[in-house]
């Protein structure tokens, strides 16, 4: 009888996500982050600092380390192997300087490293193949800042316990273009509850949605080229960065990926140059 339950023990811990596992066994004093805000020319979002500060906050009350740059010179192997995850705040147009930055950004995720998006991060990097690919698509358009409904569609997902199911919030819809297939959509827009009566508006969605109807990515995960993203388009105004539920999203998302990298093994990194094609 012992062994049959036992056995069944086992088969129900089998049947927990590795997410939510992952999600409960952080230890924080072994996390470092390194929050990068480097911007290239064009629009800088005005929330970039609240971004920051708030992850540092976080940092604080669960023990993780923090680090802050907006200079490129960061990105070496060298340097973000101390890394658990990178965490790109708003960033927008390219955040690098040199094409050896790339490479190293590269082989760090190849290595298995984790990154966080937020924002306007899909703005980030628009010229680079493999860095949209990484995002799973790059910035398109948005309809002017208003109150919206996100939804839940993957319940089951550690990062999104405890969140609304239907989250009323004013933000902006972010709209992508070159997307790649791999992402797991984990929140999506309800678009039936932007302002339809905006000319303006509808005009952008229906120009801009793609072949999605009703709902629209706006958070996801994707393991990709070794590494490990989860990406939100959510956050454009500075007061989310000291609104609970907002913070309580950051902070599950960054837990999901320090769950996932176990560490940084440049033996795995294989392109030769930045833009080199992804091997499957």
Known sequence: MNKLKFAIACFLFSLITPQVVAQKNINWKKVSVLVYSKNGKGYVHANIPDAV??????GQQHGFKVDTSSNPAVMTEEN???YRLLIFPSTNNDVFDTDAQRLAFRHYIEAGGGFVGIHSVTGTERNWKWFKMMLGGT??????????TVKVIDPGH???QGLP????????????????PGPKVLMAYDLNSLNMADTSTNSLIKRLSGGYADLYPAVWTYD??????WCTVLGHDKKDYVEPVYIKHILQGIRYVAGRVNMIDYKKAYAIKF???VRY
């Open 80 to 82: 973000l192997k101390q």
């Open 158 to 160: 550690a990062s999104i």
């Open 224 to 229: 990709f080229d070794g590494g490990y993203t």
């Open 165 to 180: 199911k239907e989250w009323s919030k004013e933000d902006e819809c972010y709209f992508a273009k070159e997307l790649y």
């Open 53 to 58: 500060a708030c992850i540092q906050k976080l």
């Open 139 to 148: 910035f398109a358009g948005h309809p002017k800042f208003q109150r919206l």
């Open 275 to 277: 833009d080199d094609p």
